[in-house]
């Protein structure tokens, strides 16, 4: 069992940085995945950023240049570095986990993930 817990969101202007961390606590096995999603209403929950245990990324398009993903050396935090934040960006944003190896072009679906936190609320104002 792996538990994930968010934190970092907050209210920015456009243009403005914010900072997730997801810190996970339980048994994270070595070639575990990781990843940020995002669900704002009306819209289907969508991959933003995944990181493997090979140190490999990926980005959905609109956020590639500002958004940053990274872990630390336990494996065991998640962030996401969010510059230049535009309204868009407007959504509860969740960390997933899974304790396989992903593909790089498979981190950012859904299916591949078996663990999710409660998510922390991002919201940019124009």
């Known amino acids: 069992q792996v538990l994930l817990e968010e934190s970092g969101g907050d209210s920015v202007q456009s243009g403005g940085s914010l900072r997730l961390s997801c810190e996970a606590s339980?048994?994270?096995?070595?070639?575990?995945?990781m990843a940020w999603f995002r669900h704002a209403p009306g819209n289907e929950r969508e991959g933003v950023a995944g990181h493997n245990v090979a140190g490999q990324t990926y980005y959905l398009e609109s956020v590639k240049g500002r958004f940053t993903i990274s872990r630390d050396n336990s494996q065991k935090t998640l962030y996401l570095q969010m510059n230049d934040l535009q309204p868009e960006d407007t959504a509860m944003y969740f960390c997933?986990?899974?304790?396989?190896?992903?593909?790089?072009?498979?981190?950012?679906?859904?299916?591949?993930?078996?663990?999710w936190g409660q998510g922390t609320q991002v919201t940019v104002s124009s």
């Open positions: 339980g048994y994270v096995h070595p070639s575990s995945s």
């Open positions: 997933a986990a899974d304790l396989r190896l992903t593909a790089a072009e498979n981190l950012l679906r859904k299916d591949r993930y078996a663990f």
